[in-house]
């Protein structure tokens, strides 16, 4: 049987076996016909606030976050409606904050791609660089002490937007909602805090559990320390075509995205899989080997102890050279060195969080790496198994082992399988 898989921009067609295959995706939901027209009907009928036009005079000052390359966010759809609702504001007044959390900041041609040449030639665009600190103020104090500080641009703002879309998340439960805040433009200090090894590593830090996610508890602490005006955020399908918007108050919308992304991107399956071939998605999530492991982590969950994971993924922007995954990956010879370098007491590396979970996946399974943008010598320095095709990786898997159970995540984290019986 042939099935195509989400690599790149264009796919990657891979002969499977006719026997022992499941194919596991989200259940489609159709893009909306008018996307503009659906995000203006959202903002025109927010949930739990006034809309733009009624609450923000032309005095005020406007900070909407956007995310960066590495989501799929519909920016360009999205952002121009929000902003012709902010006509009556003079343009000055308004500030776009790229949200980049511990990634690079995005290149012009990027920003072009992602919001339109427009919005990049008549807006003030920022980029929240996590290790500028001068560029962070202090925002508020957890209850736990901690003190949180973000981007001045933000807090400067007396109407503050956030945009985004919402997927399961592997330690967050969800994106979107507070996640365009922390780690979105938060400081250095406060993604580390977020990304600790013990929250990391808590049980209930993980896809699409909210209550009791100590992870997601912390991230929605900071978004709560100042008030957010207005969140807008959508669903897409496996054509990155906006299906649901949502636009109101920050709870009310993450409430209800996250309850309709469950619907259409969980799947329970009857029990544990001896293989599991996944991707990242596709372009533009697919673009690195630190993101991949999101596409490892969802096959994680529904592959057998000693398994094997073949995980396909383009990565054109290779192992990234920013942040530290790729010098811890290189400094440890295993995923147990892995795992003690972070848990070591008063370690504290940014990219941890990423290196930690595949670690974690290591110890329960083999992961094949196909890509055509990694060379052998990265792939193996990762920790990982280098595979020049999916089909040659299943070959030997089942010469070893003809009756080997097989699934497949087309799409990869757009779709979160479980053994029902297990959760």
Known sequence: MKVKLAYGRAGMEVELPSKNVTVIEPNFVVGQRDPQGAVKQALENPLGCQPLKESVTSQDRVAIVFSDITRPVPNSTILPVILKELDHVPRENIVLINALGMHRANTRDELIGMLGQDIVDNY??????????????????????????????????????????????????FSGGPKSVAPGIASRDDIMY????????????????????????AISQIAHLTEVHLVVNVAVNKNKEITRVWAGRLNEVHGAGTEFVNKTSMCPVADYFDVVITTNSGYPLDLNLYQAVKGMSAAARVVKSGGDIVCVAECWDGVPEHG???????????????????YAPGFAMTDQWQAQILALILQRAKIHMVSGCLSDEEISLAHLQPSGRVEDVLQRILQRDPEATICVLPEGPQTIPYVKSKE
């Open 124 to 173: 003030r665009i920022v980029q929240s660089v996590a290790d500028k600190p001068e560029s962070y103020a202090f925002a508020g104090t957890l209850p736990n002490g901690h003190e949180v500080h973000l981007h001045k641009e933000y807090l400067e703002a007396s109407v503050r937007i956030l945009t985004g879309f919402i997927e399961p998340h592997f330690f967050a439960g």
């Open 194 to 217: 977020i990304h600790s090894a013990q929250l990391i590593g808590h049980p209930k830090s993980t896809w699409g559990i909210l209550e009791g996610n100590p992870v997601h508890q």
């Open 324 to 342: 530290n995954f790729k010098k811890i990956l290189e400094a440890t010879k295993s995923a147990q060195d892995i795992l003690d370098m972070v």
